[in-house]
Structures are given as structure tokens and as C-alpha cells.
């Protein structure tokens, strides 16, 4: 059986070894990013399908001239920015979940599978029909509750 | 119930003192004073047995105690005594135990927490009255109340659960809002966004329910943070307010974090309402973070120095950013003050924000053109960033390079070019090694630097270097702008601006146009207010340009546009320099045109716009004197000579601040000025002033003299030849003569007058005048000789040019020659005279041929003074016969003045001749006829006088 060699994200930013504010300042300045944040967006599918699509941009271009040239190049550069997008909202990501106490079952199932680079499973895990239903019943428990505790605490 | 009330309603109602309320509170005190009462060895608390002996039980048990020792007292039988005596005994410990429990029951009071039950109990018992107490609490009731307590435990317990959940809730709802953000399967970002936007707001629903309002506040604060990540700046401020109104309105357990908070929220808004140009908001939040801030900085804690300092920065770029400048400077000052502070204490952590306060400062200072200040804050922050590279180079790599080549730019502004070309230089290598790493964020300064080394290398002479840098600039400020037109087109677009402008100084105007054409065509794509004035330095260079190319047409539509474009704007966005030159070339492109009141108003506007300017610069000081120079220049033409001289006198206060800045060079225009003045005061007749402008001109002229300075050898060569002219006019004649010698000079030193030269001739001329006034007739024949060498060998060359000027010096040197009396040398030059006036005559009779008579005149007075009376007649009839023409003399006055003056010297001559008698008469009838149909009766009179003397000297003594 191979030993899971994988580094928890989150916790790093638990711990104060990746500092989020950092990691997204080198990423707008286009530096290097924490060598524990490249192996996180290594694991991340979309992300390597965004990296496939610059590269692919960035091939095509290398061949075109004119106006197609000028195309690839904005094509290009609207990749790129997507990239950087998508480290920058991964990594706030990242540091919501870490600033969660005691995660819920879901969130802690949600948790596991973004640490994998499962976003989409993550996302699909949070199916938003429960978590409605959730704070329509805690609402009204809520609501239930408060008026009887204020009955009660007036003596009626 | 509060306990301490409770206590005092004892002590006042109870009639319990104080001090007893204190040892029956003490519940370690008050049990060694029941061991003494216990063991009832005399040190017992007084204070305490009163207040036990209130209580009724106590009372009886009292008497029961001395009603035993009455008996006691009286028994004699010893079995009866010893039992009475052990029944004493039996109410003694009684009565101490009953102490005891009165005195544990009373500290019981005091140490449970009070309801209105157990105060309304206490106040009976400390009364003494323990029944009523104890009836006081009703068991029932208290089974009733502890079972509502219990629900009310439950109840709550249950809630504490449900807020927890419900927290749990708003969390899922953040984190699917930021999964979704994440979810590429929804292809376009603003509808992920949207997504985002709607579960983050439902988990704020939760997030309001829970009873735990840090857990409220920090979400709505995380959820503004989100929003404004994703530009939802509106959302982003709401949510702000949100986190702030729960911070503000509720109690939290750590009130000092909550002030923290309160004060980072604020600093948040600030910065989102600056981004958003809500300046006043802005400020607002910005000034209540600070004081939250200073109020509450700790010496022991850097965080409170440092978020304090970040107010202080903040505020300064905001008043930067709305120009208000008095208050930029202090706010960046105190921030520098509490940066180098932490620095003192933890430097890692602290020496990058200090750099940045420093470069921000000193950009704020090149603003306001303090550039010594400037140079001093950069070359600290550079200190700063250098020392930064050294723990982490790819960190602060970037930040050096940006401190870099901003010193670069200040060093040019001051003109030290060769630091400005080392900071450019080691900026320009960062920036390479940079851009080859990572060219998209790079690029953009890499352009920047290579754009303003360009426009070094245009300052200091090498077009040909600024040119190819150009060049590379613009090509990667192309390719960025094609990629992002939004964020790099303006750069793209000063780009080109600057190289049309380098090849136009490099006199490639060909391609200058195509660069200006290219600027011009993307003047829409520029929408910007803080570029406006860019626009307007495009339309006034291509004004120049096509001034220059001669392009008549192109120049003045281009010079009306900017008019016009400064008249479709506000005047406060402009520079008024720009504005004044705009206004100034359309003036001088109109003076062609002979539009003189449009040109005059130009004019007028371009001063108007000057005195508004701001002239702190030296570049700014070298524009405003030439437009100064240009409107002097026409009022001068247009005979405008006060107003030209004020004109004047202003650009000449420009050179005279370059001069003063340490510029001796503009000592040059500042000689033209004072010499232009002089002449417009020669004009208006004031000989005085125009001497000692001259004379102003020549010194500030010789304080630059070099051995090669040919151009200001020519300019003095004129300052003295005008100064001699002025000194004659005013009487001066030994300064003239010596002015003009120096004009002599300085021509022979420039080269620029090779011989046969007409000033030449004309300084000749000149100082012979002097001579000749001054009666030194060899001196003044010599350098008269001197002028019509020159003048004659320029005749040589061009014949119609320069006869006249030949004429009239032999007109003054013939007048010297008459007047002493050298007949050949005279003759010889009158008829060389002649000949000459003969041959100027026809081409101009009316300039010529009064000269003509006169010469004739005396060359016949010549004659006559030499007794040859019939070559004197000869030269007399020739002059009144080509004179008697009225017809060809257009001054009427003059040439009868002259005629008659003909006629004086003929019939004078007659008188001296007898046989003539008769033709004097009837030349005298001629003269008469002749002068009398032109009402020229004075002059009539005066020949009729002088004729009757002859006639009376004939009648008298000569009759035949």
C-alpha cells in the first residue's frame, strides 16, 4: 500500500506556514508560489485544464500571423488571467475552510475532496437543495424556540 | 437580585451594622467566632451575641437558662441541684448550637445569589423573626420556579445547539458559494459569480440568526472581503456596514478585539470608497479607523503601530489622490515615523512597508517639485529595497527596480543626467531579467523604463540612441496593448508620442508625421480626464511639425483644433503652459495672415494662461520666456512698443531665473531681450533707456564669452553698433566712436563678416561721422576711405544694391574735402559723384535727384571758390536746369528749397560777375515765376530778398 504523500493544504494555512495574503501577492507579481500550493493545484483537473488550454493557445499562436495572431495573443493573455484567477480563488478557498472550527461531516467530506483537487466532487457534495432545507428547518426551530424561551422567561 | 443591594436593604432595615455584615459574610472569620462562643472563654464577639439574642428562640432559651439558676440558687437537696445543673448545661449547649445555626444560616444569606424570595427570607431572618423567613419561601413555588428553570435550561441548551447549527449552515453556504466559484462547468464567470453571490447571501441569512454576533460580524466582513475580490464594490460596501453596525451595537466578551475589528472594517471601506471614488466616505473611514487606531496603541504591541501607520499611509495616497496636498505630506510623515519605529523592533516584518511610505513620499515630493526632498526619500527607499534583495531577491526585486527608475526620473528633472542614466541603466537590467521570466507581468515596466531612457538620451543630445530605444519600447507596449487594450493602450499611446516627437527633433519629419498620424488616430480610444493634456502636447507638436514642413494648412487646422479642444474641456484639467503655447502658435500661424486682432487676442489669451502657469521648472521657465518673446516680438512689428516692452521684460525675468538657477547659458536671450527693449525704447524716441538697455544687453551678453562663441560675437557686433548710434544721438561721441571700434572687433573675431562686408562699410561710415563732427578731418577721411573700399568692392559684386551706399559716404567725405579747401581731391570726387547720382537718378528721381542738384550745387561753389566762374556758371545753369522739373520731385517743399538755393548761389554768382548783370535779373524773374504758382511765397520772399541785394550792389557801385 503507497503512503499518501500529500501534505494538507488547509492545514499549512492552520499552522501559519503558507500565508494566504503572500501567496496571492506572488501571484498577481507572477513569482513562484509555495512549493505545497504547486502541489495542491498539480491535483486539481481543471486547473491542469486550464494550463493545457494556455499551452494550446500559446502553440497556435507561436504559428499565426495577422489578425489571427493578434487574436491568440489576446486568447492568450485572457487565459492567463483565468489561471491566476483561479489559483487566487482555490488558495481563499483553502483559507475559508481553514478558519472553520469544527467543520460539519459534509464540510469535512467537502474539505477532503478539495485538498485531492476534487473541486467539482467537493462542490457536488454541497448539494444546495440540503442546504436549504437545513436552514429552513433551523430557522424555524430557531424561531420556535426564541418565542418560547421569551414566554417562558415572562412568566406566562 | 444584585447581592450587594441586597445587603445594604439588610443593614439599613435590619438595624445590622457593617461591621457585623462583614464578619457573618466571612465564612472562615465567623467560624473561629463560633469556637469562641463554643468554647465560651470569654473571647466572644460582642456585636455578634446581640444580634443573635433578637432572635426569639434565643430569648426563650435565655429564660429558660436564668430561670434554671434561680432554681439553682435556691436548692438545697444535691440530687435535685445536679439535675438542675446538667438541665443548665443542656440549654447552654443549645443555646450555642442554636448560635451557631443562626450565625451559618445568616453567612448561607449572604453567600447564595439573591432572588426578591430569598432577599424578602433574608430581611425577616436578620430581623430575628426565623418562622416568618422560613414561611417566607413557599416550597411549591420553588418546585414551580425550578421546574420553569429547568425548561428554560432546556430550552436554551437547545438553541445554543440550533445556533451552532445554523453557523454550521452559513459556513456550507460560503463554502458552496466559493466552490462555485471554482466551477468551471458554469462557462461564463459572471454567472458563477451570480451563483456565488446567491449562496453567500443565504448563509448571511444564517449567519444574522445565530446568537453569537462575532460569528454575524465576521461573516458579513468575510463576505464584503469576497465581493470586493470580485469588483461587487457596492455589495462589498453594504456588507462592510453591515459587519460594522453588529460590531457597534453589541456587547462582545473581548472588547479590545472588537475595537480592532471595528477599526479594520473601517480601513477596508476607506480603501473601497477611494477605489470608487467616493472620496468623502473615504476620508470619513479612513479618519475613524486612525483615531480607533491611536487611541488604542500600545507601546509593547508593533501590530498597533503598524495598523496605525497603514491609516496614516492610507490616508496620504487618498489626499494625494484628491490633491489635497498640505495634508499628504504630514500623513506620509507620521506613517514613515511609526514604520521606522517597527523597523527598530523587527525589520523582516517592517522594512518593506517603511520603503514603500518612503517611495510613495518622495513621488509626492517630485510632484510638488521639491526634488531635493524627492532624491533624498527615493535614495532611502532604494537603501531600504536593496537590503530587502539581499534576505529575499525575488520578493523585492521588482520593488528596487520601480525606486529606481524613479530617482532616474527626478535626476532628470534636476538635470543630472548621469545619475539619472546609472538609476535608469540598473532598473533597465532588473527589469530585462524580469520580463524574460515573466513577460506579461513584466513587459509593462520594462516598456516604461526603455521609454524614459529614450527620452534621456533625446535630452542630451543623442536622437539617434533615443530613437532605437524608442523603437523597442513601442514594440512591446504594442503587443501588450493587442493583447489588453484597456490596460495598455494609453502607455502604447505616449509611447508614440514621445518617439514622432524624437524623430522631429532628429529632423525626420516624415516619420514623425506617420508616428503623430498613429498617436492621433487613438486621440478617441483615450478617454481618461488625467490625459487630456497629452492630447493636447500631440496637437501642439504636430502644429510644430507641420510649421516646420511648412505645411501652412495642416499647421493652422492642427493649431485650431487644440484651440478648440481646450475650449470643449474644462480649464482646471489643463496645464496652463500647454495651454498658453497652444495659444501662442496659433498666434504666430495667424501673424501671416494679417488677422491682427485675432492674433492680438491670441496673443492676449497665451499671456493670460502664463500668469497662471506654473513656471517652477526649467523647462517651464524656457517655454514661457519664448512665448513671452513671441508676443513681444509682434507688438514690436505691429509698433505696439509699450506693450512689446513689457513683454519683453517679462521673458527676460524667465532667462533671468534660468541664470539664477545656475544656468549662465540663458545669459544669451536674456541680451536679446534687453536688446529688443532697447530698440522698441529707440522707436518711442526714449534715447536714454535705449542706451542703458544696450548696455544691459552687451554686459549679460560678455558675462558667457567664450573664444568660440561666434553666434554672440555676431549678436555683439550689432548690441555695438546699435550702442554707438544711440551714444551719438545722445552726444556721447567718445563712447560711440569706442562702441563702434568694438563692433569693428567683435565683426573681425566671428567670421561672419569676410570682406567686402556692408556692416563693415557701415561701422567705417560711422565712426568717420565722428571723426568728421569732431573736426579730426584726416581720421574721418581715412576711415570714410575704408568705407568706400568696402562698399565699392561690394558694388562689384552687386552693383544695384550697393551704389547708394557708396554715394552717400562720398557725399560725407566730399563735404570734408570741400570744406578744407582740396580742390582736386573734391573735384575728383564730385564727378565720380555725379556719375554715380546720374546713374541712381532714373531708377529712384525722387530720393536721387535732390542729391544730384545739391552735389551740382557745391560743386560749383567748388569752382567758384577756386575763381573759375565759368565752370561754376556751367555747374550752376546744369543744376537748375535738370531741377526745373517739378513734375519728377514729389517732396514739393524740399526741391524748391533746393531750387532756390540753385538760384541764390547763381544770381550770388552773378553778382560777382558784372557782365551778367542781366541774366541775374532774369534769373531772378525765373526763380519767381517758377516758385509762385506753388504758393511757396515764403520762400519766394526770401529769394526776392536776397535778389534785391545783388540788384541794390549792381545799383550802387558795379553799374557798367
Excluded at chain 1, 486550464?50 to 494550446?56: T, V
Excluded at chain 1, 497556435?60 to 489578425?67: A, I, L, P
Excluded at chain 2, 466559484?181 to 446567491?198: C, G, H, V
Excluded at chain 2, 495616497?317 to 504630514?330: D, F, G, R, S
Aim: hydrophobic letters at 35%; glycine letters at 2%; one cysteine or more.
Amino acid at each position: 500500500m503507497s503512503k499518501n504523500t500529500n501534505i494538507s493544504v488547509i492545514q499549512l494555512i492552520k499552522d501559519g506556514e503558507i500565508s494566504i495574503d503572500l501567496e496571492i501577492e506572488k501571484i498577481h507579481a507572477n513569482k513562484d508560489v509555495n512549493v505545497n500550493v504547486r502541489k495542491f493545484l498539480g491535483r486539481s483537473s481543471d486547473y491542469q485544464a486550464i494550463k493545457k488550454r494556455i499551452e494550446e493557445a500559446e502553440a497556435e499562436r507561436e504559428k499565426s500571423q495577422g489578425e489571427e495572431l493578434i487574436f491568440l495573443e489576446k486568447k492568450v493573455h485572457d487565459l492567463k488571467v483565468a489561471e491566476k484567477d483561479y489559483i487566487t480563488n482555490a488558495l481563499l478557498l483553502a483559507k475559508a475552510f481553514s478558519e472553520i472550527e469544527v467543520p460539519t461531516e459534509r464540510l469535512r467530506k467537502a474539505m477532503e475532496l478539495f485538498e485531492k483537487g476534487q473541486i467539482k466532487q467537493a462542490d457536488e457534495l454541497l448539494v444546495i437543495a440540503d442546504l436549504l432545507d437545513d436552514q429552513f428547518n433551523l430557522l424555524v426551530l430557531i424561531e420556535y424556540k426564541e418565542a418560547k424561551l421569551k414566554l417562558l422567561e415572562n412568566g406566562q | 437580585m444584585d447581592n450587594n443591594h441586597w445587603l445594604t436593604s439588610i443593614t439599613n432595615k435590619a438595624n445590622v451594622s457593617e461591621t457585623l455584615l462583614e464578619v457573618i459574610q466571612d465564612t472562615d472569620k465567623l467560624k473561629v467566632e463560633i469556637n469562641n462562643i463554643s468554647a465560651n472563654d470569654g473571647n466572644v464577639n460582642i456585636e455578634l451575641l446581640q444580634f443573635v439574642s433578637t432572635f426569639s428562640v434565643h430569648q426563650q432559651l435565655e429564660r429558660e437558662k436564668q430561670l434554671l439558676v434561680s432554681k439553682l440558687s435556691k436548692e438545697t437537696d444535691s440530687k435535685t441541684f445536679q439535675e438542675l445543673s446538667e438541665e443548665y448545661e443542656r440549654k447552654s449547649t443549645e443555646q450555642k448550637e442554636f448560635i451557631k445555626e443562626v450565625l451559618l444560616s445568616a453567612n448561607a444569606y449572604t453567600q447564595v445569589r439573591s432572588t426578591t424570595a430569598i432577599a424578602n427570607s433574608a430581611l425577616l431572618f436578620f430581623s430575628g423573626d426565623i418562622k416568618e423567613a422560613f414561611e417566607s419561601i413557599d416550597a411549591k413555588e420553588l418546585e414551580s420556579t425550578q421546574s420553569k428553570l429547568l425548561e428554560s435550561i432546556k430550552i436554551r441548551l437547545e438553541l445554543q445547539k440550533a445556533y451552532r447549527s445554523i453557523e454550521d449552515n452559513a459556513n456550507e453556504f460560503q463554502i458552496k458559494g466559493q466552490l462555485t466559484i471554482l466551477n468551471y462547468d458554469i462557462a461564463e464567470p459572471n454567472d458563477r459569480l451570480q451563483k456565488a453571490i446567491f449562496y453567500m447571501e443565504r448563509g448571511k441569512i444564517s449567519a444574522s440568526k445565530t446568537s453569537n454576533k462575532e460569528f454575524t460580524a465576521s461573516y458579513s466582513f468575510k463576505y464584503a472581503s469576497f465581493l470586493n475580490d470580485h469588483f461587487a464594490y457596492d455589495s462589498a460596501v453594504k456588507n462592510y456596514l453591515d459587519a460594522l453596525e453588529v460590531r457597534k451595537t453589541n456587547t462582545f466578551k473581548n472588547q479590545e478585539s472588537n475595537e480592532i475589528n471595528i477599526a479594520t472594517i473601517l480601513n477596508n471601506l476607506g480603501n473601497l470608497y477611494k477605489n470608487t471614488s467616493n472620496y468623502k466616505e473615504a476620508e470619513s473611514s479612513h479618519l475613524e479607523a486612525l483615531h480607533m487606531r491611536r487611541e488604542r496603541m500600545h507601546a509593547g504591541e508593533p501590530k498597533s503601530f503598524d495598523n496605525l501607520a497603514m491609516s496614516y499611509h492610507n490616508l496620504a495616497t487618498l489626499y494625494a489622490e484628491i490633491n489635497e496636498t498640505e495634508k499628504v505630506e504630514n500623513h506620509y510623515l507620521e506613517s514613515i515615523a511609526l514604520r521606522r519605529t517597527l523597523v527598530e523592533i523587527d525589520p523582516n516584518t517592517y522594512l518593506a512597508e517603511l520603503a514603500l511610505s518612503l517611495n510613495n513620499i518622495a513621488i509626492f515630493y517630485r510632484d510638488q517639485k521639491q526634488f531635493k526632498k524627492a532624491l533624498e526619500y527615493h535614495n532611502e527607499a532604494i537603501e531600504a529595497r536593496r537590503e530587502l534583495c539581499q534576505h529575499d531577491k525575488d520578493k523585492h526585486l521588482s520593488d528596487l527596480s520601480v525606486s529606481l527608475h524613479n530617482i532616474g526620473i527626478v535626476y532628470m528633472d534636476v538635470q543630472d543626467f548621469e545619475a539619472s542614466a546609472r538609476a535608469f541603466d540598473e532598473a533597465l537590467v532588473i527589469r530585462r531579467a524580469l520580463a524574460s521570466k515573466n513577460p506579461v507581468v513584466y513587459n509593462v515596466q520594462l516598456a516604461n523604463t526603455i521609454g524614459q531612457i529614450a527620452a534621456l538620451k533625446n535630452k542630451t543630445g543623442q536622437p539617434q540612441e533615443a530613437i532605437k530605444l524608442s523603437e523597442e519600447a513601442i514594440e512591446i507596449a504594442e503587443s501588450l496593448a493587442k493583447q489588453n487594450p484597456v490596460a495598455h493602450s494609453l502607455n502604447h499611446w505616449v509611447l508614440l508620442q514621445n518617439h514622432a516627437t524624437y524623430l522631429q527633433s532628429n529632423q525626420n519629419y516624415k516619420d514623425s508625421e506617420a508616428y503623430f498620424n498613429k498617436a492621433f488616430k487613438m486621440f478617441s480610444q483615450i478617454s481618461s480626464p488625467y490625459h487630456l493634456n497629452t492630447k493636447l502636447s500631440i496637437l501642439n507638436s504636430m502644429t510644430g511639425l507641420y510649421l516646420t514642413l511648412r505645411q501652412k494648412d495642416k499647421a493652422l487646422d492642427f493649431s485650431a483644433k487644440a484651440i478648440k479642444f481646450i475650449g470643449n474641456h474644462q480649464e482646471e484639467h489643463f496645464e496652463k503652459l500647454s495651454v498658453a503655447d497652444s495659444y501662442s502658435t496659433f498666434a504666430q500661424i495667424n501673424e501671416g495672415e494679417n488677422k491682427g486682432e485675432k492674433v492680438k487676442e491670441a496673443y492676449a489669451q497665451a499671456i493670460s494662461y502664463l500668469n497662471k502657469a506654473d513656471l517652477s521648472s526649467p523647462n517651464a521657465l524656457v517655454k514661457a520666456a519664448k512665448i513671452y518673446l513671441a508676443s513681444a516680438l509682434y507688438l514690436e512689428k505691429s509698433n505696439f512698443f509699450s506693450e512689446a516692452i513689457s513683454n519683453y521684460k517679462l521673458s527676460g525675468e524667465q532667462f533671468k531665473k534660468l541664470v539664477q538657477l545656475g544656468k549662465p547659458e540663458h545669459n544669451y536671450e536674456l541680451g536679446i531681450n534687453y536688446f529688443s527693449i532697447a530698440m522698441c525704447h529707440k522707436q518711442l524716441g526714449d534715447l536714454v533707456e535705449a542706451e542703458s538697455y544696450v548696455g544691459k544687453a552687451i554686459r549679460v551678453s560678455e558675462k558667457i564669452l567664450e573664444p568660440d562663441s561666434s553666434n554672440l560675437f555676431k549678436d555683439l557686433v550689432d548690441y555695438y553698433f546699435q550702442f554707438g548710434f544711440i551714444k551719438k544721438k545722445n552726444n556721447k561721441l567718445i563712447g560711440a566712436e569706442k562702441a563702434y571700434l568694438e563692433s569693428l572687433s567683435f565683426a573681425e573675431k566671428s567670421g561672419a563678416y569676410p570682406y567686402p562686408n556692408a556692416t563693415l562699410g557701415s561701422i567705417w561710415n560711422n565712426i568717420g561721422n565722428i571723426q568728421k563732427l569732431q573736426e579730426r578731418w584726416t581720421e574721418a577721411e581715412n576711415s570714410y576711405l575704408q568705407a568706400i573700399a568696402i562698399r565699392n568692392d561690394l558694388v562689384k559684386q552687386h552693383r544695384e544694391n550697393y551704389l547708394p551706399s557708396v554715394e552717400a559716404v562720398m557725399q560725407s567725405l566730399v563735404e570734408i574735402y570741400f570744406k578744407n579747401n582740396e580742390f582736386e581731391k573734391a573735384e575728383s570726387l564730385y564727378k565720380d559723384l555725379m556719375a554715380i547720382l546720374e546713374e541712381l537718378v532714373p531708377k529712384n528721381t525722387h530720393r536721387y535727384l535732390p542729391n544730384l542738384i545739391s552735389t551740382l550745387n557745391e560743386f560749383a561753389q567748388l569752382y567758384l571758390q577756386n575763381d573759375d566762374y565759368q565752370t561754376a556758371e556751367h555747374y550752376f545753369n546744369e543744376a537748375f536746369r535738370i531741377g526745373n522739373n517739378p513734375k519728377l520731385i514729389t517732396d514739393l517743399r524740399s526741391y524748391l528749397n533746393l531750387l532756390a538755393e540753385t538760384q541764390l548761389n547763381l544770381a550770388k554768382f552773378y553778382q560777382k560777375n558784372i557782365p551778367h548783370q542781366e541774366r541775374s535779373i532774369a534769373f531772378a524773374q525765373a526763380i519767381s515765376n517758377t516758385l509762385k504758382p506753388h504758393s511757396q511765397l515764403d520762400i519766394v520772399k526770401k529769394y526776392l530778398e536776397e535778389v534785391n541785394d545783388v540788384m541794390e550792389y549792381w545799383n550802387e557801385s558795379h553799374i557798367e
